[in-house]
């Protein structure tokens, strides 16, 4: 089979096999690719996903560093984001952990802050989606997962298992219960990661399938308009997986604090 390589956005490899169809390779973006050699990808080794990492890190710092050193009393436009932010996570942390869960806010806007922009710079064409890796959700959820959990044996010793323990459920039913809590409790760090990877990854690889589409000149403006639709769902799903995220984070941090039902 003879093919060719889309152009639009860098994208998707298209070809006429022997049916007569198109083959799309939408799933070509995600590949981790060292940016020094051709050597096998390892720990060490510089790739586009610690590339877009590391400029993820630096326009945080852009942003919460430099655009406050000011400190103006009338802010400015990026102080004014920074502080948007700031405001936003801290009520956030305050309203679904409580007063208690505070101390921990710097952590949580720490991890939203690495979360929204990684999303977001995705988005630029040619760019990387680090937020779109299984080992990057994982690792940021599974230090959700052991933080919370740690934190929970640490204040409440062997009563933060009442967590499992429902006490306003009928006496017979409450063993079936504490299992299913269980269960649901160590399925956390998986569906915490899954949710962020997985719904970043099908949208980027959708725009994908219609950039191809788009060099077909019969199908090309609905293509067009297509990935401009998916662009903007795209921008708000940024957001929102940020968002949902964080939040489950600051659910996951109360029932380390408050682990009665």
């Not at 293509?223 to 939040?247: D, H, K, N, P």
Request: glycine share 8%.
């Amino acid at each position: 089979m003879a093919e060719t390589t889309g152009e639009a956005h860098g994208a998707v490899d298209a070809a006429h096999g022997d049916g007569g169809g198109l083959v799309f390779h939408p799933m070509d973006q995600f590949i981790v690719e060292p940016l020094f050699g051709d050597g096998a990808v390892n720990m060490l080794t510089v790739t586009n996903v610690t590339l877009w990492m590391a400029i993820a890190v630096l326009c945080i710092m852009a942003l919460m560093v430099l655009g406050t050193s000011g400190r103006g009393i009338v802010p400015g436009r990026v102080q004014s984001v920074a502080e948007l932010a700031y405001g936003f996570v801290y009520k956030m942390v305050e309203d679904v952990s409580g007063k208690d869960g505070v101390k921990y806010f710097p952590y949580i806007m720490t991890l939203f802050m690495f979360i929204v922009f990684s999303n977001f710079l995705g988005l630029i064409p040619m760019a990387f989606t680090t937020t779109s890796h299984f080992a990057v959700t994982v690792v940021l959820a599974l230090a959700v997962f052991i933080g919370v959990t740690a934190l929970g044996f640490v204040k409440h010793g062997v009563k933060f298992l009442e967590l499992f323990w429902v006490t306003s459920a009928p006496l017979a039913l409450r063993p079936v219960l504490a299992v299913i809590e269980l269960i649901s409790y160590f399925v956390r760090p998986v569906s915490h990661s899954i949710r962020l990877a997985g719904n970043l990854m099908a949208g980027h690889a959708v725009i994908k399938v219609f950039a191809g589409f788009a060099a077909l000149a019969a199908v090309s403006p609905i293509s067009i308009l297509a990935i401009t639709a998916m662009y903007g769902l795209e921008v708000l799903v940024a957001f929102i997986q940020a968002y949902v995220f964080t939040i489950l984070t600051c659910v996951y941090l109360k029932d380390a604090l408050h682990p009665h039902h």
